[in-house]
């Protein structure tokens, strides 16, 4: 039996890719004709699907269908390119996953372009199960990519391995939330897009600075006694 199940969010919990995104993203907000939105205003709409946040943007239905078009032209090609593992990351992964931690991924990218990327960056080693949007599907927003990554794992109502045995990681309110429809609590991460106070006003348990203090953390909550040559 695995220790604990781990789901985590991809971009600015694993992966900074805020940069790639935010550029693409103005491009194509631009290119019809939803105005110039300069790429350092919209770091704060990078995590949640785009339907959730541009209309506030003043996009319409159809800039809105266009835009995502758009975007997904010129920024799928590169996205791997421009997503790299944050410092400490793939320690973190690999300590997670030798102490006997179950790790998934739930995010709301595209499914297919998550493995991408993650192939890409060396990165899908670790994940027993990668899940993301998928349109076609019907599948989109967190709560319903968390859904389906718990029961691809086996985590169903009638066989959950208890809420206290499988946690969510992210960075966004969006993360918290769509944890909380399914019965999961969420260890936010301060390196990614949030702002000030987001993750604990959402409902984060505790928001971990580092990769390392993140790890002691999950290591902790499932109660699992690590074997490390690490000084302290």
Same mark, same amino acid.
């Given at each position: 039996?695995?220790a ?7 971009d600015?919990?694993? *992966? /900074?890719?805020?940069?790639?995104? =935010?550029?693409h993203?103005?491009?194509?907000m631009?290119?019809? +004709?939803?105005?110039r939105h300069?790429?350092? =205003? ?5 995590g949640?699907p785009f339907? $959730?946040?541009?209309p506030?943007?003043? *996009?319409?239905? $159809? !800039?809105?269908?266009?835009?995502t078009?758009e ?6 090609? *590169? ?5 790299q593992p944050?410092?400490?990351i ?5 300590? &997670? !996953?030798?102490?006997?931690i179950?790790?998934?991924? $739930? ?5 297919s372009?998550a493995?991408? %990327?993650l192939?890409?960056? +060396? ?7 990668i899940?993301?949007? /998928?349109?076609?599907r ?11 990554? %718990?029961?691809?794992?086996?985590i169903?109502?009638a ?8 946690v969510?990681?992210?960075?966004? *309110? ?6 909380? #429809?399914?019965?999961?609590? =969420?260890?936010?991460?301060?390196w990614?897009y ?5 993750? %604990?006003?959402?409902g984060? %348990?505790?928001? #971990? ?9 999950? &290591?902790?909550?499932f ?10």
């Amino acid at each position: 039996m695995n220790a604990g199940t781990v789901l985590l969010d991809l971009d600015g919990t694993l *992966l /900074d890719s805020a940069k790639g995104i =935010t550029e693409h993203l103005s491009m194509a907000m631009d290119a019809v +004709g939803a105005g110039r939105h300069p790429p350092d =205003t919209l770091r704060s709409y990078v995590g949640p699907p785009f339907e $959730a946040f541009m209309p506030d943007l003043g *996009l319409d239905p $159809a !800039q809105i269908l266009a835009a995502t078009a758009e975007y997904r032209r010129t920024y799928d090609p *590169l996205a791997a390119s421009l997503s790299q593992p944050y410092p400490g990351i793939p320690e973190l992964l690999d300590r &997670l !996953q030798n102490c006997g931690i179950r790790l998934a991924i $739930a995010t709301s990218k595209p499914e297919s372009l998550a493995r991408v %990327i993650l192939s890409d960056n +060396g990165l899908h080693i670790y994940f027993d199960v990668i899940g993301g949007a /998928d349109h076609a599907r019907g599948r989109t927003g967190k709560a319903a990519v968390v859904g389906s990554v %718990i029961h691809r794992l086996g985590i169903t109502p009638a066989r959950r391995e208890a809420p206290s045995r499988a946690v969510m990681v992210g960075d966004r *309110l969006h993360d918290v939330s769509g944890a909380a #429809a399914h019965g999961l609590e =969420t260890f936010g991460v301060s390196w990614g897009y949030a702002e000030p106070g987001e993750l %604990i006003a959402a409902g984060a %348990i505790v928001v #971990a600075e580092t990769p390392l203090e993140l790890g002691d953390l999950l &290591l902790k909550r499932f109660g699992v006694a690590e074997v490390t040559d690490r000084a302290d």
